[in-house]
């Protein structure tokens, strides 16, 4: 996907579901807690959208806003794998964000989170998983173009992730 | 500082949202194509149903 198609589908749909002007670039100014729950918040609603849009049945709008999200049997993520909207990288990206999102919600001690803490905690496994899981941006070419990230900066930010 | 994990989660974001809507007509079109599939299949296996189309086919 080129660049001016990439910008002008996320614009799009932040129209699409009436987002206030900016949100998505308000999102790195929020704290860790509320980046995450907002980041899949909006992951969620983006993959609702879609999937409603691609059955082309309206009436489907009401279960599927109520399925979960990386449910492994029946959620969101499977219908779109199952269509072949998602691919198995992109699988992975929700579901690790999404079990750090229920980690963070059902702990009300976690308000406090951020990422440092939180990958200072986790095993050489762990912290592998998390960081090819969540910089799945990596592999778009155009994307880092548009942000004029080179090789090094990838690695930069890759080398961040895993503190 | 520049918060490097919330900055790959966030360019994630917006790949998986630009390549999710991309891929969304590839969607479409596979599911018509196996609803159509499933109705031309109907139509060869149910012996009724292939007398009314065939009827509808000499229909003028």
Request: glycine share 6%; aromatic share 8%; net charge positive.
């Amino acid at each position: 996907m080129d660049t001016a198609t990439l910008q002008q589908t996320v614009e799009q749909m932040s129209e699409e579901m009436s987002l206030p002007r900016g949100f998505l670039e308000g999102l790195l100014k929020e704290d860790d807690w509320s980046f995450v729950i907002k980041a899949h918040a909006f992951l969620e609603a983006v993959l609702t959208n879609v999937l409603i849009e691609a059955f082309q049945w309206p009436e489907l709008k009401n279960l599927l806003v109520r399925l979960d999200m990386s449910d492994v049997r029946i959620g969101k993520v499977k219908f779109a794998v199952a269509i072949g909207i998602i691919k198995k990288d992109g699988e992975r990206f929700l579901r690790e964000l999404s079990k750090l999102r229920n980690d963070l919600v059902h702990d009300i001690g976690n308000l406090g989170f951020n990422f440092k803490e939180h990958l200072s905690g986790l095993d050489r496994n762990q912290e592998k998983a998390f960081v090819d899981s969540l910089s799945y941006f990596a592999s778009d070419e155009d994307l880092k173009e548009r942000y004029k990230l080179s090789e090094t900066s990838c690695l930069i930010i890759r080398r961040g992730l895993s503190g | 500082m520049l918060n490097h994990t919330k900055r790959a989660i966030w360019l994630s974001l917006l790949h998986f949202t630009g390549i999710i809507y991309w891929r969304k007509e590839v969607g479409k079109k596979q599911l018509l194509l196996r609803l159509l599939t499933q109705e031309i299949g109907g139509v060869q296996s149910n012996p009724s149903l292939k007398k009314d189309a065939a009827k509808s086919r000499r229909a003028p």
